[in-house]
């Protein structure tokens, strides 16, 4: 789509921080797209309690720059289910690593009211006063049943317009409807206006 | 049981930091018997995520420490649940405003597994390197029903030993068995030793 977007030495190559590689995979497929190259730096780093992705992503963006001084993005998501005034949000991977879907479909039981969302959170810094947000927001129902096998609550979420959960969909149609493309791919495209 | 603890000046004087009222007249009535006066400042701080209520208090006590320079004490506690894995754990306030102890309830049902406990961790902190960590542990066990009206996760945890829930006792009877009131009389003990 447009050349290669890297930074002019390798000390300030651009760094995605995270510890989960099927982000990394999920990031290098959208971003080269676009002919952005980034570099994977494999760290768990630290995150804030709060109740919006934005904040927290932001603060964790925040001290990673202060600690690698070099231009770098992560990525955060979770699931926002209405009936549960928001429950897992913030603490989606804590919430699936405990009670998991069998948990949140108990939850679930005898509720009708199904809409949840699930919401992805770029944050790509690049000086201590220069933080840009991309979002990405799915909007979809809680199945009755866990259906599929990937990880997270993938097995429970049907995205709106669709029959099939996330799990029960291939990795090319996954990516048509996941919020983290959407979020990565706002990234994308802001990323090649700005060089 | 000792003379009156406090610093040399009022600019150091000892500083309970916690925006939770309930905490502060816990705090009063436990340290006092001890001769300990504290100043209370009403603020809220970040916590960071983490599995650990001692790792969450240390982060964010040093964090304090850092802008405050002055001698502090901060307390977060949690419940634990056997049966889901240690959850709600360290988002033990997040989990209360969103599923609430219905929620708790729900999750536990057709369990006989219901053991659970609850924790408090009390951290003080009087330089950056010198960081002291009291915790106090109450097991007990869910009941099936919500029993009593107090905040939190009171009205369905009953203390091992007993048949009422922490919601149904009186305020002298649950520092009788407070997992607070353990942690904060560790704390107690210590300072009363250390002058």
Redesign the interface.
């Given at each position: 789509m447009t050349g290669l977007v890297t930074c002019r030495n390798s000390r300030s190559r651009l760094l995605f921080v995270t510890s989960n590689m099927n982000k990394v995979l999920e990031a290098k497929s959208i971003l080269g797209k676009f002919g952005i190259v980034f570099k994977h730096l494999n760290l768990k780093y630290?995150?804030?309690?709060a109740?919006s992705l934005r904040v927290?992503a932001s603060?964790s963006a925040r001290y990673l720059y202060e600690r690698l001084s070099n231009p770098l993005f992560i990525e955060d998501s979770g699931l926002f289910i209405d009936a549960?005034?928001?429950?897992p949000?913030?603490?989606s991977s804590?919430?699936y690593?405990?009670?998991g879907n069998n948990?949140i479909l108990?939850?679930m039981?005898g509720t009708s009211r199904r809409s949840a969302r699930f919401e992805s959170v770029v944050v790509y810094i690049d000086s201590p006063k220069s933080i840009h947000i991309f979002t990405g927001v799915v909007k979809g129902t809680i199945s009755s049943t866990i259906r599929g096998q990937k990880w997270g609550f993938d097995p429970i979420f049907i995205p709106e317009g669709k029959s099939q959960t996330y799990a029960e969909m291939g990795f090319d149609e996954k990516q048509m409807v996941s919020h983290r493309r959407i979020a990565l791919e706002k990234f994308a495209f802001w990323m090649v206006k700005k060089l």
């Amino acid at each position: 789509m447009t050349g290669l977007v890297t930074c002019r030495n390798s000390r300030s190559r651009l760094l995605f921080v995270t510890s989960n590689m099927n982000k990394v995979l999920e990031a290098k497929s959208i971003l080269g797209k676009f002919g952005i190259v980034f570099k994977h730096l494999n760290l768990k780093y630290p995150e804030i309690q709060a109740e919006s992705l934005r904040v927290i992503a932001s603060e964790s963006a925040r001290y990673l720059y202060e600690r690698l001084s070099n231009p770098l993005f992560i990525e955060d998501s979770g699931l926002f289910i209405d009936a549960l005034g928001g429950f897992p949000g913030p603490y989606s991977s804590y919430t699936y690593k405990t009670i998991g879907n069998n948990g949140i479909l108990k939850l679930m039981e005898g509720t009708s009211r199904r809409s949840a969302r699930f919401e992805s959170v770029v944050v790509y810094i690049d000086s201590p006063k220069s933080i840009h947000i991309f979002t990405g927001v799915v909007k979809g129902t809680i199945s009755s049943t866990i259906r599929g096998q990937k990880w997270g609550f993938d097995p429970i979420f049907i995205p709106e317009g669709k029959s099939q959960t996330y799990a029960e969909m291939g990795f090319d149609e996954k990516q048509m409807v996941s919020h983290r493309r959407i979020a990565l791919e706002k990234f994308a495209f802001w990323m090649v206006k700005k060089l």
